[in-house]
């Protein structure tokens, strides 16, 4: 009686949700008088009485354990300043990177202005301001591929469940792929494949919000790149490799 | 005599035919187009971002700065000059204070959210249309925000209360006999859930009672605006799958 909307149905900032006290409002939504409203652009989603909006568009805002992929800008005292496509820039601090590095070394050794690196969020403050590291598996500096941005809402999508289809693209494409938090990904292989992969991603990121998603990609990979690809196959994902 | 039809033809609680539209500017975070009747405006959002100058940076919340402008060939004829005026300034701000109210920038300490509104062709009401385009853009931004606002500006002239004035209407006793040489022109931008006034400027000369009347019908044909600003943010995400299903 009191739901004014369906679920997954697109809501504009100030839409009335629901009019009834017996809902929680959630992410994205707010309460006044006695009606629900949303404060985002999104998807609503409705889950027993929590009513909360998945938002479609926006920055991407830092969280801890995230990993992103920054592109140095300057280079500090102890560490370098990183653009992690949110409006704050990261710092990764000299004593975060595998090997160890002498007082007076000269940084751009390890990382240089304009490098590519895979980090890990380790801490964000209150300020937004926020710690990066590169010391844990797969974070490291990135040579060769190429970095292409979409929307960082989409890389739900684009990593999809435990990483099913990022790893259906880098089966049939042969590339190595890293999708970061930030809605940077980095994507290397055969000049072609990367061709192939990027299109998918890209298609990825403008159908995300329709069903069929995962069938639609597959068509499109198995006439792209002529291999039949077997869904079943699976492995664990952590967000990199 | 008194002024007993519009020059356009419009009823007097009439609004001129609005048009709006989301996301036009692929480069910008947000954007939007607004239009209404002759006036037309275009507002990109860029941000949350970096805010310099730095010492501007507010570390509690996020600012919002907005900038409003005239294209040189827009307006009646006369080339506008480029550049911030008087004017223009008084209209930028105006239109940040706005805005303020509905946006909540809590979780961008230090950041800035850029609006910039163009106008490329002008007919009165140019600062309505310009934060009617600023509120779809600052929405489709993703900006998290309590509504959209809407704006219209309401009026009086020649003892007749008018809705969303053209700039004949706002010069009417050089175009037409009048009664009354007086003319008031109020430019109100109201939140639609709330029914609060966030903007409320006057020009001119009326009295009491028919301002009291005048904000009321400001508040009737409000939701008419709203109404087409949420569907164009809508149809934005309708027109991408319909797109895509091809």
Same mark, same amino acid.
């Given at each position: 009686?009191?739901?004014?909307?369906?679920?997954?149905?697109? *809501?504009?900032?100030?839409?009335?949700?629901?009019?009834?006290? +017996?809902?929680?409002?959630?992410?994205?939504?707010?309460?006044?008088?006695?009606?629900?409203?949303?404060?985002?652009?999104?998807?609503?989603?409705?889950?027993?009485?929590?009513?909360?909006?998945?938002?479609?568009?926006?920055?991407?805002?830092?969280?801890?354990?995230?990993?992103?992929?920054?592109?140095?800008?300057?280079?500090?005292?102890? +560490?370098?300043?990183?653009?992690? %496509?949110?409006?704050?820039?990261? *710092?990764?601090?000299?004593? #975060?990177?595998?090997?160890?590095?002498?007082?007076?070394?000269?940084?751009?050794?390890?990382?240089?202005?304009?490098?590519?690196? *895979?980090?890990?969020?380790?801490?964000?403050?209150?300020?937004?301001?926020?710690?990066?590291?590169?010391?844990?598996?797969?974070?490291?500096?990135?040579?060769?591929?190429?970095?292409?941005? *979409? %929307?960082?809402?989409?890389?739900?999508?684009?990593? +999809?469940?435990?990483?099913?289809?990022?790893?259906?693209?880098?089966?049939?494409?042969?590339?190595?792929?890293?999708?970061?938090?930030?809605?940077?990904?980095?994507?290397?292989?055969?000049?072609?494949?990367? %061709?192939?992969?990027?299109?998918?991603?890209?298609?990825?990121?403008? #159908?995300?919000?329709?069903?069929?998603?995962? #069938?639609?990609?597959? #068509?499109?990979?198995?006439?792209?790149? +002529?291999?039949?690809?077997?869904?079943?196959?699976?492995?664990?994902?952590?967000?990199?490799? | 005599?008194?002024?007993?039809?519009?020059?356009?033809?419009?009823?007097?609680?009439?609004?001129?035919?609005?048009?709006? =539209?989301?996301?036009?500017?692929?480069?910008?975070?947000?954007?939007?187009?607004?239009?209404?009747?002759?006036?037309?405006?275009?507002?990109?959002?860029?941000?949350?971002?970096?805010?310099?100058?730095?010492? =501007?940076?507010?570390? /509690?919340?996020?600012?919002?700065?907005?900038?409003?402008?005239?294209?040189?060939?827009?307006?009646?004829?006369?080339?506008?000059?480029?550049?911030?005026?008087?004017?223009? =300034?008084?209209?930028?701000?105006?239109?940040? =204070?706005?805005?303020?109210?509905?946006?909540?920038?809590?979780?961008?300490?230090?950041?800035?959210?850029?609006?910039?509104?163009?106008?490329?062709?002008?007919?009165?009401?140019?600062?309505?249309?310009?934060?009617?385009?600023?509120?779809?853009?600052?929405?489709?931004?993703?900006?998290?925000?309590?509504?959209?606002?809407?704006?219209?500006?309401?009026?009086?002239?020649?003892?007749?209360?008018?809705?969303?004035?053209?700039?004949?209407?706002?010069?009417?006793?050089?175009?037409?006999?009048?009664?009354?040489?007086?003319?008031?022109?109020?430019?109100?931008?109201?939140?639609?859930?709330?029914?609060?006034?966030?903007?409320?400027?006057?020009?001119?000369?009326?009295?009491?009672?028919?301002?009291?009347?005048?904000?009321?019908?400001?508040?009737?044909?409000?939701? /008419?605006?709203?109404?087409?600003?949420?569907?164009?943010?809508?149809?934005?995400?309708?027109?991408?799958?319909?797109?895509?299903?091809?």
């Amino acid at each position: 009686m009191s739901i004014l909307v369906k679920d997954k149905e697109v *809501v504009v900032p100030g839409e009335a949700l629901a009019d009834d006290l +017996g809902f929680i409002p959630g992410y994205g939504t707010y309460r006044f008088n006695n009606k629900l409203l949303a404060s985002r652009l999104g998807l609503v989603n409705i889950e027993g009485k929590v009513i909360k909006t998945i938002p479609l568009a926006g920055k991407y805002l830092p969280k801890r354990n995230d990993v992103v992929i920054g592109r140095v800008i300057d280079i500090l005292i102890s +560490g370098w300043r990183c653009d992690i %496509n949110s409006p704050y820039t990261a *710092v990764l601090s000299s004593k #975060e990177t595998p090997e160890f590095i002498e007082k007076n070394d000269d940084l751009s050794r390890y990382f240089d202005l304009d490098d590519y690196v *895979v980090a890990k969020i380790t801490n964000v403050t209150s300020q937004n301001l926020i710690d990066l590291t590169v010391r844990d598996q797969g974070l490291r500096k990135l040579r060769g591929g190429r970095i292409i941005s *979409v %929307n960082t809402h989409k890389v739900p999508r684009i990593i +999809g469940k435990k990483g099913s289809m990022v790893t259906m693209i880098k089966q049939a494409t042969n590339c190595r792929i890293i999708v970061g938090q930030n809605g940077w990904i980095y994507v290397d292989g055969e000049p072609q494949n990367e %061709n192939i992969a990027v299109l998918a991603i890209n298609k990825i990121a403008s #159908e995300s919000h329709l069903s069929g998603l995962t #069938e639609r990609i597959k #068509e499109f990979l198995e006439k792209e790149t +002529g291999v039949k690809i077997n869904l079943e196959d699976k492995g664990d994902y952590n967000g990199l490799q | 005599m008194v002024y007993s039809k519009r020059l356009d033809g419009r009823g007097f609680d009439e609004l001129r035919p609005i048009e709006a =539209k989301a996301g036009v500017i692929k480069n910008a975070e947000g954007s939007a187009y607004f239009r209404m009747g002759k006036t037309i405006a275009y507002a990109a959002v860029y941000g949350p971002r970096e805010m310099f100058p730095k010492f =501007k940076q507010d570390p /509690k919340k996020g600012v919002i700065r907005c900038n409003y402008n005239m294209m040189p060939f827009s307006g009646a004829g006369e080339r506008v000059r480029p550049g911030p005026s008087r004017r223009s =300034k008084e209209i930028s701000f105006v239109t940040d =204070k706005a805005l303020i109210p509905t946006v909540d920038l809590e979780d961008f300490p230090n950041a800035v959210v850029d609006v910039y509104i163009e106008l490329p062709q002008t007919d009165a009401g140019s600062r309505c249309c310009g934060i009617n385009a600023a509120a779809i853009a600052l929405a489709d931004a993703g900006i998290p925000m309590r509504d959209i606002v809407a704006s219209v500006a309401v009026g009086q002239a020649d003892n007749q209360i008018l809705v969303d004035l053209t700039y004949e209407e706002e010069h009417l006793p050089e175009y037409t006999e009048c009664e009354s040489k007086d003319v008031a022109d109020i430019p109100v931008a109201i939140i639609p859930s709330t029914g609060q006034i966030s903007l409320l400027q006057m020009d001119g000369i009326i009295e009491k009672d028919a301002l009291m009347k005048a904000l009321h019908k400001a508040k009737e044909v409000i939701s /008419k605006i709203s109404e087409v600003q949420k569907n164009a943010l809508k149809e934005k995400y309708a027109a991408e799958s319909i797109e895509n299903n091809e």
